[in-house]
């Protein structure tokens, strides 16, 4: 499959399962109170936050994949890493309190938005840990090939962006469903989906590798 249309598949499926953490809380809540443009430069700065660790990530990976064994090595790692993930999030729990504000959003300027996008997921070690175990696992096979790597994360990026723009949009119309039973029925499906996400990236590993 084309590097482009791979990368696709899992912005959406990150959108789809993963899209519901403070980025989430933070957009909704400026979209209802501050209107879909100021809405939109949160999420500009949300994506530069992404593009900016999967660009370190790429960088490091590069310095340390010499080989295809490794690639499988990381690919096996990054396999139980999201295992482990998905354990978590399946029973972490979630109580909302719809009279609490995510973000206190008090300056008019656009740079105030851009930046607290940016930030906004700095402090977060799931977006730390999650990105590069993406790149050593899941996009391993397109870094020996500039062009391709580049092509799967512009896939999976503009796809999380339109959703988050998506997520702005119909703000309102979200806001009435956002509910604790909501929220750990989403953290289920995601727990589960990341633990059979790991579990078919260490078969593909080791496939990879010849012990399959």
Same mark, same amino acid.
């Given at each position: ?103 206190? !959003?008090?300056?008019?300027?656009? $740079?105030?938005?851009? *930046?607290? =996008?940016?930030? %906004?997921? &700095? ?62 029925? !989403?953290?289920?499906?995601?727990? $589960?989906?990341?633990? *059979?996400? =790991?579990?078919? %990236?260490? &078969? ?9």
């Amino acid at each position: 499959m084309h590097p482009l249309f791979e990368g696709m598949i899992l912005g959406l499926t990150l959108a789809l399962f993963f899209g519901f953490g403070p980025a989430f809380f933070a957009l909704v809540q400026t979209g209802i109170h501050r209107g879909f443009s100021k809405g939109f430069i949160l999420a500009i700065g949300v994506f530069l936050n992404d593009l900016t660790v999967v660009s370190i990530s790429i960088v490091a990976a590069r310095a340390v994949m010499e080989n295809m064994h490794k690639h499988q090595l990381f690919g096996i790692a990054g396999g139980f890493i999201l295992m482990i993930f998905g354990i978590l999030t399946y029973r972490h729990k979630i109580v909302v309190n719809s009279n609490d504000e995510v973000v206190n !959003i008090s300056e008019p300027h656009a $740079i105030t938005y851009l *930046i607290k =996008g940016f930030l %906004l997921n &700095i402090a977060n070690p799931f977006v730390w840990l999650f990105w590069p175990t993406i790149v050593l696992g899941v996009a391993a096979p397109f870094m020996d090939t500039t062009s391709d790597i580049i092509l799967f994360f512009t896939g999976t990026l503009a796809v999380v962006f339109s959703s988050d723009v998506t997520k702005v949009y119909l703000a309102t119309k979200i806001k009435g469903y956002i509910t604790d039973k909501f929220l750990r029925l !989403i953290n289920k499906i995601a727990g $589960i989906i990341l633990i *059979i996400f =790991g579990i078919a %990236l260490i &078969i593909r590993s080791l496939y990879e590798s010849g012990i399959l």
